[in-house]
């Protein structure tokens, strides 16, 4: 790897980033009534500025102006459906509210943006007579995976599959979402339509027979559902991956450059940042593998499992959904009613207590939390199915 091309991208990105703190120093300046100061900071802002163009020409990214708007246009796509979003998620995940909504500020001004580059790079490419750009193929998962062979002392290390272990255990805990989401679906949407029915017929077979169409047809759907979901969140996450990929294989000194500024921001000096990412580097398979994780958030090994996600909901959805319809099975009365909801409620609270095992939480409130909330829907659900048919006039007679 060309070193000098490396530290011109750092150079640059140093620049640039004095440039836009400058700036802020002067503009606070300004607000606090000292024009001196902030005219110092504002001129060496722009000496910055200049500084940074120098290295950006040199190293070759200053292009005409088609392929510019090209790049840009890529680029502000990026900021608006990944980087921004994911960003904001994480914020208001952590109660960074502040931050969520400088991100959310900055995310629709970069959507104007791109609506602005879009339109002007098509009516550019027209009066040029250049065909649309195809975006660019990225790697093959072949090339991807191959970028470089496995350390020796990372392949002999027998710890490592004690480490894939670990990892396959929490990947299959993870799953504890699945089983949640399906067994508490499965108990409401089934006691309810059971409920329903039986309150409106009294017919025991009809409500059987309700309920289990109801219990089949939500399996099959949340089951196809979470596959879906589960892969079209498992193709986002390639693609990007792929595409940090294609960027490192075309350009790895300005990767090189991004590595040594993200380890600089997480407090070690220039020095051990490079070489940190130089160790890093020296194997592709591994540089691949951190910028994935430090840029993006993803692990190439951690991809979600669509197939087992959609059996996980399946059979969880199925499995709640039985346990209301048992009662059915032996009481032809109105009782069986509040049979069932005891039977489901207090298997609610069971899927709590084992959500609270496999998390760690406190077990009465986990299970208290998974009742009450299960419960309050199934209810709500109940007395929909019960006045929707009063209101027009839908009730039935056995």
Same mark, same amino acid.
Request: no cysteine.
């Given at each position: 790897? *060309?070193?000098?091309?490396?530290?011109?991208?750092?150079?640059?990105?140093?620049?640039? %980033?004095?440039?836009?703190?400058?700036?802020?120093?002067?503009?606070?300046?300004?607000?606090?009534?000292?024009?001196? #100061?902030?005219?110092?900071?504002?001129?060496? $802002?722009?000496?910055?500025?200049?500084?940074?163009?120098?290295?950006?020409?040199?190293?070759?990214?200053?292009?005409?102006?088609?392929?510019?708007?090209?790049?840009?246009?890529?680029?502000?796509?990026?900021?608006?459906?990944?980087?921004?979003?994911? /960003?904001?998620?994480?914020?208001?995940?952590?109660?960074?509210?502040?931050?969520?909504?400088?991100?959310?500020?900055?995310?629709?001004?970069?959507?104007?943006?791109?609506?602005?580059?879009?339109?002007?790079?098509?009516?550019?490419?027209?009066?040029?007579?250049?065909? !649309?750009?195809?975006?660019?193929?990225?790697?093959? %998962?072949?090339?991807?995976?191959?970028?470089?062979?496995?350390?020796?002392?990372?392949?002999?290390?027998?710890?490592?599959?004690?480490?894939?272990?670990?990892?396959?255990?929490?990947?299959?805990?993870?799953?504890?979402?699945?089983?949640?989401?399906? /067994?508490? *679906? =499965?108990?409401?949407?089934?006691?309810?339509?059971?409920?329903?029915? /039986?309150?409106?017929?009294?017919?025991?077979?009809?409500?059987?027979?309700? =309920?289990?169409?109801?219990?089949?047809?939500?399996?099959?759907?949340?089951?196809?559902?979470?596959?879906?979901?589960?892969?079209?969140? %498992?193709?986002?996450?390639?693609?990007?991956?792929?595409?940090?990929?294609?960027?490192?294989?075309?350009?790895?000194?300005?990767?090189?450059?991004?590595?040594?500024?993200?380890?600089?921001?997480?407090?070690?000096?220039?020095?051990?940042?490079?070489?940190?990412?130089?160790?890093?580097?020296? *194997?592709?398979?591994?540089?691949?593998?951190?910028?994935?994780?430090?840029e993006l958030g993803l692990t190439p090994e951690d991809l979600?499992? !669509?197939?087992?996600?959609?059996?996980?909901?399946?059979?969880?959805? /199925?499995? =709640?959904? #039985?346990?209301?319809?048992? !009662?059915?099975?032996?009481? =032809?009365?109105?009782? $069986?009613?509040?049979?069932? #909801?005891? #039977?489901?409620?207090a298997t609610l609270f069971v899927v709590g207590l084992v959500?609270?095992?496999?998390?760690?939480?406190?077990?009465?409130? $986990?299970?208290?939390?998974v009742m009450i909330i299960g419960t309050g829907s199934g209810?709500?659900?109940?007395?929909?199915?019960?006045?929707? !048919?009063?209101?027009?006039?839908?009730?039935?007679?056995?």
């Amino acid at each position: 790897m *060309d070193k000098t091309a490396r530290n011109l991208w750092v150079a640059f990105l140093e620049e640039a %980033k004095a440039n836009r703190v400058y700036t802020a120093f002067g503009i606070r300046a300004m607000e606090e009534n000292h024009p001196e #100061i902030a005219q110092l900071f504002f001129e060496v $802002a722009g000496a910055e500025t200049a500084h940074a163009i120098s290295h950006l020409k040199v190293v070759g990214q200053i292009k005409s102006t088609l392929e510019n708007l090209r790049f840009i246009v890529e680029s502000e796509r990026f900021e608006t459906g990944r980087l921004y979003p994911k /960003m904001i998620q994480e914020a208001l995940y952590e109660g960074r509210t502040d931050a969520a909504e400088t991100f959310r500020m900055a995310m629709n001004r970069e959507h104007y943006h791109l609506g602005l580059f879009t339109e002007a790079l098509k009516e550019f490419e027209g009066k040029l007579g250049a065909p !649309p750009r195809t975006p660019a193929a990225l790697p093959s %998962k072949a090339k991807t995976e191959d970028l470089a062979p496995a350390r020796p002392e990372i392949r002999n290390n027998p710890s490592v599959p004690e480490v894939k272990e670990e990892k396959g255990r929490i990947a299959t805990l993870e799953r504890i979402r699945e089983v949640v989401f399906g /067994m508490q *679906d =499965g108990l409401v949407s089934t006691v309810a339509v059971a409920a329903s029915v /039986m309150a409106a017929t009294s017919h025991r077979p009809i409500v059987f027979v309700a =309920g289990l169409t109801s219990a089949m047809a939500g399996t099959i759907a949340m089951g196809t559902g979470s596959y879906l979901a589960s892969k079209a969140e %498992k193709d986002l996450h390639s693609a990007e991956i792929e595409k940090e990929a294609r960027e490192l294989a075309t350009n790895p000194e300005e990767e090189m450059a991004e590595l040594i500024e993200l380890y600089q921001q997480e407090g070690l000096t220039m020095d051990e940042a490079e070489r940190l990412a130089e160790r890093v580097a020296s *194997d592709r398979k591994l540089w691949l593998r951190t910028l994935t994780e430090k840029e993006l958030g993803l692990t190439p090994e951690d991809l979600a499992s !669509p197939t087992k996600d959609a059996l996980t909901m399946g059979v969880s959805f /199925m499995l =709640g959904a #039985i346990v209301p319809l048992v !009662p059915y099975l032996f009481i =032809g009365t109105m009782t $069986a009613i509040g049979v069932s #909801i005891a #039977i489901t409620v207090a298997t609610l609270f069971v899927v709590g207590l084992v959500k609270a095992r496999v998390t760690g939480k406190h077990p009465l409130r $986990a299970g208290l939390e998974v009742m009450i909330i299960g419960t309050g829907s199934g209810l709500l659900g109940y007395l929909i199915g019960t006045v929707l !048919p009063q209101v027009f006039g839908l009730t039935m007679t056995p």
